[in-house]
């Protein structure tokens, strides 16, 4: 495990959004920039998301046409907007460096090595990355052509197109200590319509034991916890690697700190090895 990496923290689309308002939850961005130090690395959601309600805030009108290049344009003018705010508000005495990725930066051993290089170096230097999946320059069918391509080589294919699943692989990649995923529920439940089955923990004294374990819980996970998300077993699945490499994983809701999540001051999903 690298001892320069504390955390690698993921924040969803729609637990950066006020959904009532149809803005950016400045609380919760403004906090979690705060708690933030070097040894940190946040995957941050909501380009896309967030270029929307710009657009629309100063036109007045959605865009129009192919759906995936208005997504491509959406994410663009998003980007822009998060970075922005991501730097007004963590500390000044920190950098902040924006790293764009696609699914090809994981699945070539080279350039694995060169994101690993810089997020190591960034932890070093008094910076902490903010990473996004690059959808501005991402074609869908050229990379579903390149995704069935590698698969025709080997099983084991990042598409790093949900941030759970980045966030996932550059906790293993960088040997995090902790990965927490911060979402709009308090974590993972048996069933989402039923506050009551939020799972507390779900912990194993082996890498297959903890596989196995989480394998039971998807097994039992039912539905999601709104329209167009994968729901817990999607989730589940990205854990495993890291889960099996030893990083201990937090699943909760974005309003907490992260201070309160480590200390277990709040409710939330604990995955990880024991012993």
């Not at 197109?161 to 550059?170: F, G, K, L, R, S």
């Amino acid at each position: 495990m690298s001892e320069s990496i504390r955390m690698v923290v993921k924040i969803g689309s729609m637990a950066l959004i006020r959904k009532e308002d149809s803005d950016i939850d400045y609380n919760i961005l403004s906090r979690l920039s705060r708690e933030l130090t070097p040894g940190d690395i946040l995957v941050s959601s909501g380009a896309t998301e967030i270029g929307r309600l710009d657009y629309v805030k100063r036109t007045g009108v959605v865009l129009d046409g192919d759906p995936n290049e208005v997504k491509t344009d959406y994410a663009a003018q998003g980007q822009a907007i998060l970075m922005a705010h991501y730097r007004q508000f963590v500390r000044p005495e920190y950098s902040v460096r924006q790293v764009l990725v696609e699914h090809t930066h994981f699945n070539q051993p080279e350039k694995r090595s060169h994101i690993a290089s810089l997020l190591l170096r960034a932890a070093r230097q008094g910076a902490i990355p903010i990473i996004n999946y690059n959808d501005p320059v991402s074609d869908e069918e050229t990379r579903k052509m390149e995704l069935s391509a590698l698969r025709e080589e080997t099983e084991a294919v990042v598409e790093c197109v949900d941030n759970d699943e980045t966030a996932a692989v550059i906790a293993d990649l960088v040997g995090a200590k902790l990965l927490v995923i911060l979402a709009s529920t308090e974590g993972i439940y048996m069933d989402p319509a039923d506050p009551s089955t939020l799972v507390h923990e779900v912990t194993g004294r082996t890498p297959d034991q903890i596989e196995a374990n989480i394998r039971r819980l998807q097994e039992s996970c039912v539905g999601a916890s709104r329209e167009g998300a994968q729901g817990a077993r999607a989730k589940l699945e990205y854990m495993i690697l890291p889960a099996r490499r030893g990083t201990r994983i937090i699943i909760a809701h974005s309003r907490h700190r992260i201070a309160d999540l480590i200390e277990g001051k709040v409710p939330c999903t604990r995955i990880g090895l024991t012993g």
